[in-house]
């Protein structure tokens, strides 16, 4: 089955703020910490954002530092990023992810931490 489901991507203009939402069914959402990474065209996937499992502490890149939010809400297995002031350079096909260790305290921003992905959702941002 399908453990994490992003939606929310699309087309927006530079400036345009936009939410995207990680729908997880995982019994272990609660514990773990959440990241979202992206990957633009002709680009690796990179780190974005985190948070921890209980949504006390956050990381960014700084690239989005001041323009994006992560949270979340382990009542609705949900997490989410929003994405305001939005950048051409920040294009790219979004992706959620959750720690693959339970209540680390240390937030991790390398891709082979984390065990559980989804599909992905596009954001296009044009100038």
């Known amino acids: 089955q399908v453990d994490m489901v992003e939606s929310g991507g699309g087309l927006a203009q530079a400036g345009d703020s936009l939410k995207l939402t990680c729908a997880s069914s995982?019994?272990?959402?609660?514990?773990?910490?959440g990241a979202w990474f992206r990957q633009a065209p002709g680009k690796d996937r990179e780190f974005v954002a985190a948070?921890?499992?209980?949504?006390?502490?956050?990381l960014y890149t700084a690239s989005v530092q001041g323009r994006f939010a992560i949270s979340r809400d382990n009542d609705k297995n949900t997490m989410y990023l929003q994405m305001n002031s939005l950048k051409p350079e920040d294009t790219a096909v979004y992706f959620c992810a959750t720690d693959s260790r339970a209540f680390r305290a240390v937030i991790m921003t390398t891709e082979t931490y984390y065990n559980s992905w989804g599909q992905g959702t596009a954001v296009t941002v044009s100038s």
């Open positions: 995982r019994r272990t959402f609660s514990s773990v910490a």
């Open positions: 948070i921890n499992w209980s949504g006390k502490d956050t």
